[in-house]
T-cell receptor, first 116, second 113 residues
Framework: EPEVTQTPSHQVTQMGQEVILRCVPI?????FYWYRQILGQKVEFLVS????????KSEIFDDQFSVERPDGSNFTLKIRSTKLEDSAMYFC??????????????FGNGTRLTVT | AQSVTQLGSHVSVSEGALVLLRCNYS??????LFWYVQYPNQGLQLLLK??????LVKGINGFEAEFKKSETSFHLTKPSAHMSDAAEYFC???????????FGSGTRLSIRP
């Protein structure tokens, strides 16, 4: 069964550094998402992406964050200058188009970002 | 705006006992509801989804959920718990937007031998 893949599984970075988290969504999917989960807390929506542009973003997704689909397969999340509070598990997800309202999101296994 | 509330951050049941995880939703439009499971150090896996075709929805691993509009609920049940069911369970809702889904705060299910 096709799946969403994320790399790396664990990223350690120093405060102030830039990080790029990578995702390969399911190939025929058209909607892409990033979520984050701070340890022990709920899964929070960051941003959704469709037709090569952001379709929705949360208040968490400030100017430090950006997303990109640089080619036909990858979907990336960049954090420009990491802060300690950015430490979390970041999940990429995708869903197919068409009747998208009842299409579930398919999640990757996540990238654990640790900012020191 | 859509939201879900999960009652009980931690539920513990004995192996073989009934599992009941509660979820109530708030939505100004007919909701699309989902249950996801997260095993330790893993991603989110879809258990089941409600899409208005039937109020009782069957999912994977013997789980099912019943949509009750009058109670704005979508509780998850399993008749007989298994040790392998120990995980975090998230209820989620999508409203009129074809975009994001919103997750509840999660319920950690523990199974006692």
């Amino acid at each position: 069964e096709p799946e969403v893949t994320q790399t790396p599984s664990h990223q350690v970075t120093q405060m102030g550094q830039e990080v790029i988290l990578r995702c390969v969504p399911i190939s025929n999917h058209l909607y892409f998402y990033w979520y984050r989960q701070i340890l022990g807390q709920k899964v929070e929506f960051l941003v959704s992406f469709y037709n090569n542009e952001i379709s929705e973003k949360s208040e968490i997704f400030d100017d430090q964050f950006s997303v990109e689909r640089p080619d036909g397969s990858n979907f990336t999340l960049k954090i420009r200058s990491t802060k300690l509070e950015d430490s979390a598990m970041y999940f990429c997800a995708s869903t197919e188009g068409g009747n998208a309202l009842n299409s579930p999101l398919h999640f990757g296994n996540g990238t654990r970002l640790t900012v020191t | 705006a859509q939201s879900v509330t999960q009652l009980g951050s931690h539920v513990s049941v004995s192996e073989g006992a009934l599992v009941l995880l509660r979820c109530n939703y708030s939505s100004s439009v007919p909701p699309y509801l989902f249950w996801y499971v997260q095993y330790p150090n893993q991603g989110l896996q879809l258990l089941l989804k409600y899409t208005s075709a039937a109020t009782l929805v069957k999912g994977i691993n013997g789980f099912e959920a019943e949509f009750k509009k009058s109670e704005t609920s979508f509780h998850l049940t399993k008749p007989s718990a298994h040790m392998s069911d120990a995980a975090e369970y998230f209820c989620a809702v999508r409203g009129s937007s074809a975009s994001k889904i919103i997750f509840g705060s999660g319920t950690r299910l523990s199974i006692r031998p």
